[in-house]
Nanobody
Framework: QVQLVESGGGLVQAGGSLRLSCAAS????????MGWFRQAPGKEREFVAAIRWSGGNTYYTDSVMGRFTISRDNAKNTVYLQMNSLKPEDTAVYFCAAGSGSRWLPPFGAADFGSWGQGTQVTVSS
């Protein structure tokens, strides 16, 4: 089991940027596919981005393509989500998630991830 703690959320104006971080515990972090999800009020949790254990492959939902970048530093047991050109519709609680091992078969859903962080709020004002 991987323990995950997100940070970096906050309030930003439309067009601004934020970088989320997710610190993981566990010596096998470097073997996991990692992902970011988000959940807006009254909506289901949706997939945002994923990165393969090596960092060599990434996958994004269409609505964030070209604006968000997922990356990881296995030496620091940390995965990041750089969010640029933020829009009000990006407002949500963002969750970090660890996959069940190194499996890489996009598209991804919540069922592909077994460990979750507590979430960090991102609010984009218009």
């Amino acid at each position: 089991q991987v323990q995950l703690v997100e940070s970096g959320g906050g309030l930003v104006q439309a067009g601004g940027s934020l970088r989320l971080s997710c610190a993981a515990s566990g010596r096998t972090f470097s073997t996991y596919t990692m992902g970011w999800f988000r959940q807006a009020p009254g909506k289901e949790r949706e997939f945002v981005a994923a990165i393969r254990w090596s960092g060599g492959n990434t996958y994004y939902t269409d609505s964030v393509m070209g604006r968000f970048t997922i990356s990881r530093d296995n030496a620091k047991n940390t995965v990041y989500l750089q969010m640029n050109s933020l829009k009000p519709e990006d407002t949500a609680v963002y969750f970090c998630a660890a996959g069940s091992g190194s499996r890489w078969l996009p598209p991804f859903g919540a069922a592909d991830f077994g460990s979750w962080g507590q979430g960090t709020q991102v609010t984009v004002s218009s």
